[in-house]
Structure formats: structure tokens, C-alpha cells
């Protein structure tokens, strides 16, 4: 019912986590579908709505 | 006669609801609320905010306010010291209108408290999916400036993703303008085949506390147990805050139980309080200068890290955000580099062949761990 806005996500060096702009804050994601921001993440990835970029 | 006598004497009183109160009442029967912070007395993310679009908590913990195509008002929430006299609470949540009132609603306007979620690990003892599907009782306090009757939704997840979720919709009426009241909802065990809740750390069972809503969430009957449909969100509900100008909305004393029978608040200390909350949240830093300070060590030619365990295991691996700017002795501003539910690390550059490699805490820089359902 409750949706988030990302407009950024990025791996970080290692590709441990994901970079991410959410709802307007910068934060560090890891790759744990249990985590609710990571969840979302893959959800638009599949929808074809975000792309993750490569790590630097 | 002592408690531990009462205690003693149950198994030839256990009708005497008297002496059962009282026993409620001392706390000496505890572990029944499934609630966390109900009594609003931890909030880690500040006392007062204005109500955004996200739907992670801005004040309280376990606790946010979500709103959906507002065209007007606006909404502050906070963390307050109002509330009902002689009840043992310090604490209230509250919600308070802004902007212009909106007398009229569109069909998509929602205004609702969620709960963020019980565990579906923490809920198989409710047996939903079986024959034996346990009825659960909701007790609260409300003072609300507007008058009416609310809706609150029992919402079930099935799973992460939520592929196909649950839900009921039952009501409970203010009957009097800024003035406490108790109220009390049981809601049915959902004993549909096919429908146990997941035996995971999923959100698996959540309340959304309605205080406004357009047609288009009370348009479907949601009082008995079925598929989740957004006009079943706040079914039944009349009140709509946002149509008085500065109405306030207040809630405390939250408690979710098993069985037909709301028993008197479960008083937690506010450590064993926090620590539940932080299995969903937690700070680190952001208070005085040389609060902690943190060594790195040299994990690369040009970086340190360092690794740190959280306060409580998390329910997942968190997100980390880093907020300021951290006092450092030769290294450049830390980030984060991974996590797990029991510990994260971050790394930083190197600033020169050597040095302390250290980080300080201070007022400004801070970093912030959710794993919120």
C-alpha cells in the first residue's frame, strides 16, 4: 500500500551494497531481500521502472 | 494478601476477574501485547515532523502516519505528553491538521497510523490458516477533535512481497470532541485454508489506524476476513479528520492480545522498550563530541574500515545512511560498506601513510540502521 520514490541506485565497490536515493535520502543498501528498501529495489528492477548502475 | 499468593490461589479463582485485574494491573502477567512502543514512550528519530508521503516513521517508533493525494491540509505528527489521567501513560502519539480543511474528500484521499508490522515469526501462536484460528483484541485510548466513527484494518502479508494479502475492517466510534476514551476491537481469526502467516521475519501482521478517507478506501464491505482491496482500507469509517481546521488526533496505551478480552496496558520499561525497537531502528552518534570513537585498520593500500555490532540483532540486514560530518584523525568521512543483522562496517580513505585512522562522534555526524518491515 505504501510506495517509494528511488531516483538513483548504483553498486558500491565490492558490490556489497547498493547506493540509493529513496524518498529523497541518500543510504546504503545491502543485497538482503528482507530488507524493505532492497525488496523495492528488485521490484522496479523487474518492472523495468530502475536500473542499478555498475560500481565505480 | 500478597501477589504471589493471588498468583498461587489461579487455578481455584480463576473467576475472580478482580483479583485477574489486579494482577493485569501490577504486570505481573506479561508478554501479552504484540505491540511495540504502545505507550509511545520511545521516539529515536525525533519528537515532532511534518507528515510526508514515505511511509517509515518519522517520530515514534513501530508507528508512522501515511498520507495519499491530500489536495489541501497537511498533517504535523509528534510525540506528546497529553494523556489519560490516573492511566500510567507519560506518552500520547499525536496528529495534528494543518493547511486548509478539507470538508469534502476526492475518492483517493487516505489518511491513516500504521503499525509497522508484527513478524510473521513472532504470530504463528494465532494459528491463521487453521481451524483453530485465534481471535486477537485491540485496546487503546483516543482523544480526537472530530467525532465519528474510524475504521482500523488488520492487514495480513503472506509472505514477503505480500502476494496475496488479507484483511479486516472493523470500527470503533468517538463519541466525544478532545476527550479520552477507551476503546476495544476483536478481531476473527483468519481461518481460511491456505492462509497461515508466513514463519518468517516478514511484515505478517499489521493495523492501519484510519483518521480520513475518500470513497474509494470504505467502498467494500471488509468486516469479515477476505482477499485485501484497497476499498476495504478504512470500511465503515465517517470521521474525517481533515475536515476540522487544527483538529487533533490522540492515541496511547496501544495493546494487540489474544482472546475476546482486553486486559489492562502492558507496561514495559522504556529499556526493554527501546531494545525492541531497535531490532528495527537504531543511531549511532549524532550526540556530544566524543561520544565513541572508532579505529580503523588497514584493509587496502589506500583504505581503512572497521566493523561494529549493533545494539540487538536487527530483523534484517539494515540500511545505513550516514547523516553530517564525523570528527577524523587522517582518514577522510567514513561510508558504509556492509551489513548484517548483527553487525555492519564502513571504510574511508586514507588520509596519509599514517596516522590514528580514527572517527569521532560529535553533534553533527551520525549514522542511522533500519530494518523496518
Same mark, same amino acid.
Given at each position: 500500500?505504501?510506495?517509494?520514490?528511488?531516483?538513483?541506485?548504483?553498486?558500491?565497490?565490492?558490490?556489497?551494497?547498493? +547506493?540509493?536515493?529513496?524518498?529523497?535520502?541518500?543510504?546504503?543498501?545491502?543485497?538482503?531481500?528482507?530488507?524493505?528498501?532492497?525488496?523495492?529495489?528488485? +521490484?522496479?528492477?523487474? @518492472?523495468?521502472?530502475?536500473?542499478? @548502475?555498475? @560500481?565505480? | 494478601?500478597?501477589?504471589?499468593?493471588?498468583?498461587?490461589?489461579?487455578? *481455584? *479463582?480463576?473467576? *475472580?476477574?478482580?483479583?485477574?485485574?489486579?494482577?493485569?494491573?501490577?504486570?505481573?502477567?506479561?508478554?501479552?501485547?504484540?505491540?511495540?512502543?504502545?505507550?509511545?514512550?520511545?521516539?529515536?528519530?525525533?519528537?515532532?515532523?511534518?507528515?510526508?508521503?514515505?511511509?517509515?516513521?518519522?517520530?515514534?517508533?513501530?508507528?508512522?502516519?501515511?498520507?495519499? *493525494?491530500?489536495?489541501? %491540509?497537511?498533517?504535523?505528527?509528534?510525540?506528546?505528553?497529553?494523556?489519560?489521567?490516573?492511566?500510567?501513560?507519560?506518552?500520547?502519539?499525536?496528529?495534528?491538521?494543518?493547511?486548509?480543511?478539507?470538508?469534502?474528500?476526492?475518492?483517493?484521499?487516505?489518511?491513516?497510523?500504521?503499525?509497522?508490522?508484527?513478524?510473521?515469526?513472532? %504470530?504463528?501462536?494465532? =494459528?491463521?490458516?487453521?481451524?483453530?484460528?485465534?481471535?486477537?483484541?485491540?485496546?487503546?485510548?483516543?482523544?480526537?477533535?472530530?467525532?465519528?466513527?474510524?475504521?482500523?484494518?488488520?492487514?495480513?502479508?503472506?509472505?514477503?512481497?505480500?502476494?496475496?494479502?488479507?484483511?479486516?475492517?472493523?470500527?470503533?466510534?468517538?463519541?466525544?470532541?478532545?476527550?479520552?476514551?477507551?476503546?476495544?476491537?476483536?478481531?476473527?481469526?483468519?481461518?481460511?485454508?491456505?492462509?497461515?502467516?508466513?514463519?518468517?521475519?516478514?511484515?505478517?501482521?499489521?493495523?492501519?489506524?484510519?483518521?480520513? %478517507?475518500?470513497?474509494?478506501?470504505?467502498?467494500?464491505?471488509?468486516?469479515?476476513?477476505? =482477499?485485501?482491496?484497497?476499498?476495504?482500507?478504512?470500511?465503515?469509517?465517517t470521521a474525517n479528520l481533515i475536515g476540522t481546521a487544527s483538529a487533533a488526533f490522540y492515541i496511547t496505551g496501544v495493546q494487540l492480545e489474544v482472546g475476546e478480552? =482486553?486486559?489492562?496496558?502492558?507496561?514495559?520499561?522504556?529499556?526493554?522498550?527501546?531494545?525492541?525497537?531497535?531490532?528495527?531502528?537504531?543511531?549511532?552518534?549524532?550526540? =556530544?563530541?566524543?561520544?565513541?570513537?572508532?579505529?580503523?585498520?588497514?584493509?587496502?593500500?589506500?583504505?581503512?574500515?572497521?566493523?561494529?555490532?549493533?545494539?540487538?540483532?536487527?530483523?534484517?540486514?539494515?540500511?545505513?545512511?550516514? $547523516? /553530517?560530518?564525523?570528527?577524523?584523525? $587522517?582518514?577522510?568521512?567514513?561510508?558504509?560498506?556492509?551489513?548484517?543483522?548483527?553487525?555492519?562496517?564502513?571504510? $574511508?580513505?586514507?588520509? /596519509?601513510?599514517?596516522? %590514528?585512522?580514527?572517527?569521532?562522534?560529535?553533534?553533527?555526524?551520525?549514522?542511522?540502521?533500519?530494518?523496518?518491515?
Amino acid at each position: 500500500m505504501d510506495e517509494m520514490t528511488i531516483t538513483s541506485a548504483q553498486y558500491t565497490e565490492l558490490n556489497s551494497m547498493i +547506493r540509493a536515493t529513496i524518498d529523497g535520502t541518500e543510504m546504503f543498501i545491502p543485497l538482503d531481500p528482507a530488507n524493505r528498501h532492497y525488496a523495492e529495489i528488485l +521490484r522496479q528492477v523487474e @518492472a523495468g521502472t530502475l536500473t542499478i @548502475a555498475d @560500481a565505480d | 494478601m500478597t501477589r504471589a499468593r493471588d498468583i498461587a490461589n489461579l487455578g *481455584n *479463582n480463576t473467576t *475472580n476477574l478482580e483479583t485477574l485485574d489486579a494482577l493485569y494491573g501490577d504486570n505481573v502477567l506479561t508478554g501479552r501485547n504484540l505491540i511495540i512502543n504502545g505507550s509511545f514512550t520511545v521516539a529515536q528519530r525525533g519528537t515532532s515532523a511534518t507528515v510526508t508521503t514515505g511511509s517509515a516513521p518519522l517520530t515514534v517508533d513501530r508507528f508512522s502516519t501515511n498520507i495519499a *493525494n491530500l489536495d489541501q %491540509a497537511s498533517l504535523t505528527e509528534s510525540q506528546d505528553s497529553a494523556v489519560p489521567s490516573g492511566q500510567g501513560f507519560a506518552n500520547s502519539f499525536k496528529v495534528v491538521v494543518g493547511g486548509t480543511a478539507e470538508t469534502t474528500l476526492d475518492g483517493d484521499e487516505t489518511v491513516y497510523i500504521r503499525y509497522q508490522g508484527i513478524e510473521g515469526q513472532d %504470530a504463528q501462536h494465532l =494459528a491463521f490458516g487453521t481451524s483453530s484460528a485465534k481471535k486477537t483484541t485491540l485496546s487503546f485510548w483516543v482523544r480526537s477533535g472530530v467525532t465519528g466513527n474510524y475504521a482500523v484494518l488488520m492487514y495480513t502479508n503472506n509472505g514477503i512481497g505480500g502476494a496475496s494479502p488479507r484483511s479486516q475492517t472493523l470500527t470503533y466510534t468517538v463519541n466525544s470532541a478532545d476527550t479520552w476514551e477507551y476503546k476495544t476491537i476483536t478481531f476473527d481469526g483468519d481461518g481460511a485454508s491456505g492462509n497461515a502467516l508466513a514463519n518468517d521475519t516478514s511484515a505478517e501482521l499489521q493495523l492501519y489506524f484510519s483518521l480520513a %478517507a475518500g470513497s474509494n478506501s470504505t467502498a467494500t464491505d471488509g468486516t469479515s476476513w477476505g =482477499a485485501y482491496a484497497q476499498g476495504k482500507l478504512a470500511y465503515g469509517q465517517t470521521a474525517n479528520l481533515i475536515g476540522t481546521a487544527s483538529a487533533a488526533f490522540y492515541i496511547t496505551g496501544v495493546q494487540l492480545e489474544v482472546g475476546e478480552t =482486553a486486559t489492562p496496558f502492558e507496561h514495559r520499561s522504556y529499556g526493554d522498550e527501546l531494545a525492541k525497537c531497535q531490532r528495527y531502528y537504531y543511531e549511532s552518534g549524532g550526540t =556530544a563530541t566524543n561520544d565513541w570513537g572508532q579505529k580503523g585498520y588497514q584493509i587496502a593500500s589506500n583504505y581503512i574500515a572497521n566493523t561494529l555490532s549493533h545494539p540487538v540483532a536487527m530483523r534484517a540486514a539494515p540500511s545505513v545512511t550516514k $547523516a /553530517g560530518t564525523f570528527v577524523t584523525s $587522517a582518514i577522510a568521512q567514513p561510508t558504509p560498506l556492509g551489513s548484517s543483522t548483527t553487525s555492519w562496517y564502513w571504510q $574511508a580513505q586514507k588520509d /596519509g601513510s599514517s596516522g %590514528a585512522w580514527t572517527m569521532y562522534s560529535n553533534s553533527s555526524g551520525k549514522f542511522t540502521l533500519e530494518s523496518e518491515l
